[in-house]
Nanobody, 119 residues
Framework: QVRLVESGGGLVQPGGSLKLSCAAS????????MGWYRRAPGKQRELVAA???????NYAAFAQGRFTISRNNAKNTVSLQMDSLKVEDTAVYYC?????????????WGQGTQVTVSS
C-alpha cells in the first residue's frame, strides 16, 4: 500500500508564493515520474508539472516560468514552488506517483491540498 501525504496549501494574495510538498511512503516499488496535477471548480484535472528520475521536466504552459518542480529520489519526496500566483491558479492540487507493480503502472494520488489566490 502506497500513501502520499501533501502539505503547503493555503490562502495567498495575487503575486504571492506558496510551496507544496508531497512525501510518499509504504510499499513503494519501481517508480519513474512524480508530479503535480490540479482541478479548478467546473474544470477538468490538468497537469501542472512532472519530473522523471533523470531530472527531465514537463510543465504546463501556465506554469512555465512561474512554478518549479523538484524532487529527492532518496527520500521519495516532490515539491512545487509556486511564484507570481494568479487568481486563476485557485484549485485543488494533487500529488501523483505512478508505481510499477506486476508489470503494470498504477497511479497513486494524494488527498489534495487547496490553493486559493484572492485579494
Amino acid at each position: 500500500q502506497v500513501r502520499l501525504v501533501e502539505s503547503g496549501g493555503g490562502l495567498v494574495q495575487p503575486g504571492g508564493s506558496l510551496k507544496l510538498s508531497c512525501a510518499a511512503s509504504g510499499n513503494i516499488g519501481h517508480i519513474d515520474s512524480m508530479g503535480w496535477y490540479r482541478r479548478a471548480p467546473g474544470k477538468q484535472r490538468e497537469l501542472v508539472a512532472a519530473m522523471n528520475m533523470e531530472g527531465e521536466t514537463n510543465y504546463a504552459a501556465f506554469a512555465q516560468g512561474r512554478f518549479t518542480i523538484s524532487r529527492n529520489n532518496a527520500k521519495n519526496t516532490v515539491s512545487l514552488q509556486m511564484d507570481s500566483l494568479k487568481v486563476e491558479d485557485t484549485a485543488v492540487y494533487y500529488c501523483n506517483l505512478p508505481v510499477l507493480d506486476s508489470d503494470l503502472w498504477i497511479d497513486y494520488w494524494g488527498q489534495g491540498t487547496q490553493v486559493t489566490v484572492s485579494s
